[in-house]
């Protein structure tokens, strides 16, 4: 059995599962509110304040989508009640981030700043060094930060870029002279 699928996902007050036709599981809670369809071979019940994901047989892909299928329902659950966050750090001379309206504007370094606007459901702030992503979808939150991230990643020398809040950059030794 699945250590992750066989959990119950507990849910909080104030949060509601519907299942519908073809295993389509919509949550709402007072952050917002979250479908997602799932997979059709999963058997999926809610039951008494907890969702419980049950496999059909013991096959691999059964087994897969049996963690999967529960931690995608657990994720929506937590969107809509907490929401998700996530922090970037700006590092290096002249680096840095603005924003104004729904648009985020990084000057990393390059000849021309980069405008990005920020997603449906997906917001983002501006502090100091620090850009702060919140939503209440974590596959969207992660994306967008990741997106952000790549515009200039960390580089191991000096450590300039953009990186998470606890990543840790791996340092490398410069040049030595003679």
Known sequence: MSRIGRLPVVIPAG????????????????????????????????????????????????????????TLINNMVVGVHEGFKKVLVINGTGYRASKQGRTLTLNLGYSHPIDMIDPEGIESSVEGNNITISGIDKEKVGQYAADIRIKRGPE?????????????IRRKVGKTGK
């Open 15 to 70: 949060v509601t599962v519907e299942l519908k036709e073809g295993n389509t599981v919509t949550v709402k809670g007072p952050k917002g509110e979250l479908t997602r369809t799932l997979a059709p071979e999963m058997e999926i019940k809610v039951e008494d304040g907890h969702v419980v994901v049950n496999r059909p047989n013991d096959l691999k892909k059964m087994k897969s989508l049996h963690g999967l299928t529960r």
């Open 156 to 168: 191991p020398y000096k450590g300039k870029g953009i990186r998470y809040e606890n990543e840790v």
